[in-house]
């Protein structure tokens, strides 16, 4: 089976530092999402690409957090600089228009 | 804004019952709804998607119901097994604009007891 895949699995830095996470979608998908799961607030949108283009990063702090597709088999998060209530698992989802979506395993984020 | 409800506290059900989640949100209705499935660990794995002008859809032992005047979307597992135990997401698709992200609820976690 096709799967997405997520660099690195598990992630602990210090508070202060960039953080960059990596997915790899699914061939042939042209929706790519980036969500954060905490056990308070659940999954959150933080950015929506289609067709490489964002569409609505509207979830992300702006000021810290950026999201970017370089090309169709790369999409990458970045934090910086990182805080401890970043913490979180940060999940990568592709798909095709609006049917559903494949998930990655997770990058578990632990800023310290 | 938009809001998803889905039951907070533990479903513990009998193996061999049937188990009924359900969904409940605020406000106008997606033009897709799609139930997920997590197991600890794990990301979300995609089990059934509804659309807005459709009552039922059926997936083996999965059935999910839409009811937009209600504003509802109930999940059912029939012969419930233990393996069915996990986390159940609905989420919601809205189309138009260009933002049509999904929107998750906090999930179920359903325990199915041997």
């Known amino acids: 089976d096709a799967r997405v895949t997520q660099t690195p699995r598990h992630k602990v830095t210090e508070m202060g530092q960039e953080v960059t996470m990596r997915c790899q979608p699914i061939l042939g998908h042209n929706t790519v999402f980036w969500y954060r799961q905490t056990m308070m607030q659940g999954l959150e949108l933080l950015a929506y690409f289609r067709n490489r283009a964002p569409l609505d990063d509207s979830g992300m702090p702006k000021d810290r957090f950026s999201a970017e597709m370089p090309d169709a088999t790369l999409a990458t998060l970045k934090i910086q600089p990182s805080e401890p209530r970043d913490s979180a698992v940060y999940f990568c989802a592709s798909g095709r228009n609006l049917l559903g979506y494949t998930f990655g395993s997770g990058t578990r984020l632990t800023v310290v | 804004s938009q809001k998803i409800e889905q039951n907070s506290e533990a479903l513990n059900i009998q193996e061999g019952k049937t188990a009924t989640l359900t969904c409940n949100y605020t406000?106008?209705?997606?033009?897709?709804l799609q139930w997920y499935r997590q197991d600890p660990g794990r990301g979300p794995v995609f089990l059934l998607l509804?659309?807005?002008?459709?009552k039922e859809k059926r997936k083996e032992r999965l059935k999910v119901t839409f009811d937009t005047t209600l504003k509802q979307s109930l999940f059912h597992i029939t012969a419930s097994q233990p393996a069915d135990s996990a986390t159940y997401l609905c989420a919601l698709v809205y189309s138009g604009g260009g933002a049509d992200g999904l929107t998750f609820g906090k999930g179920t976690h359903l325990i199915i007891q041997p």
């Open positions: 509804i659309r807005e002008n459709e």
């Open positions: 406000n106008y209705s997606p033009a897709y």
